[in-house]
């Protein structure tokens, strides 16, 4: 049978995934990644020092996580928080651990990155609450992590790339300055009407279908028209002094046009704004790292870090 859209090769083979948000299919789920990822884990690149921490919010909650540091790194340093994807309800991939790692050597930079609470046992406000105070842990404890706080950055990809955004609006409302948001095909609307969230229902590894069971779960009772702030970041009014993005959206993915629109709305409210729309591309392309099309997207991604954090020089640009 013909392909019935024009993914490149490098991607098409990747499944078809059907997600629920229930505990038995999570459960399963959170557990078949984590297995999947050990080796991943166990086998930390040269150069990299990684330590677990454990972020201690404004609540006295307790959110563990990683940080991740080039040995060679001293003194205050640039800082990516990073938020992994999952539909608010998995839990990390081998992929993302293996990119921030990636980001951290490259660009030159230490890499946060918190095990939030996920779905569906916490919905929102929950996951953002352990992301947003984060943030703030990160600033606080800026001596004793060597934090540089004029070269902070918040970024995600997918649902973390929607609480990079939320994050970074919650910032600015807090009058708390970032350097940067770096957003990787971003949720941002909540209401599911894009043509892509209706037209790509059997895309490979993420369709419309996870994502209005995604919205159900995350935010029960509420009205997704009028969702609460942070959650939906597309849908604020205003997005006038929020920091400088990255931000890529895949062509074959049902985020991709509230994606291009919330790049579109950034630069009308007078932000900076990297739009990279990648052609030939899933949801979670990263999936397939030995991709030359992947690998040159990373490398789009470091590339801005690196002229945010000011390590361009240290790195040959050829």
């Known amino acids: 049978m013909p392909q019935k859209y024009a993914i490149h090769p490098d991607f098409a083979n ?39 921490i454990t972020v201690v919010g404004a609540s006295g909650r307790s959110t563990p996580g990683l940080r991740m540091r080039p040995e060679n790194l001293s003194g205050r340093v640039p800082t990516l928080i990073y938020y992994h994807g999952g539909g608010f309800a ?7 651990l293996a990119m921030c790692r990636q980001f951290a050597l490259e660009a030159g930079c230490q890499v946060i990155f918190p095990d939030y609470r996920l779905l569906p046992k916490y919905p929102f406000p929950a996951g953002f609450d352990d992301c947003y105070d984060t943030l703030t842990w990160v600033l606080e404890q800026a001596d004793d992590l060597g934090v540089d706080s004029d070269r902070v950055v918040v970024g995600g990809d997918s ?8 994050v970074a609006q919650k910032a ?8 940067a948001q770096l957003l990787i095909y971003p949720l941002t609307d909540s209401t599911g009407t894009t043509q892509s969230t209706r037209e790509f229902l059997d895309t490979p590894v993420w369709n419309g279908r996870n994502t209005e069971r995604m919205w159900r779960s995350l935010l029960p009772g509420h009205d997704r028209n009028s969702p609460p702030p942070y959650v939906a970041p597309g849908m604020r009014e205003n997005l006038s002094n929020l920091p400088p993005a990255y931000l890529d959206t895949a062509e074959f993915d049902p985020l991709r046009d509230e994606g291009a629109r919330y790049a579109e709305d950034l630069k009308a409210a007078g932000v900076a704004v990297e739009y990279n729309a990648t052609r030939g591309t899933v949801h979670g392309f990263e999936l397939v790292p030995e991709s030359a099309i992947t690998r040159q997207i990373i490398q789009q991604r470091i590339h801005f870090l690196r002229g945010v954090f000011g390590t361009m020089n240290d790195y040959d640009q050829s």
């Open 14 to 52: 990747l499944p078809v995934l059907r997600v629920y948000f229930n505990r038995p299919f999570v459960g399963l789920a959170n557990a078949a990644l984590t297995f999947l990822r050990r080796g991943v884990e166990k086998n930390i690149p040269a150069g990299l020092v990684e330590e677990k």
């Open 90 to 96: 998995l839990t990390h991939g081998a992929h993302q």
């Open 159 to 166: 649902a973390g790339g929607a609480l990079a955004a939320g």
């Open 172 to 179: 600015i409302d807090n009058d708390i300055s970032l350097a």
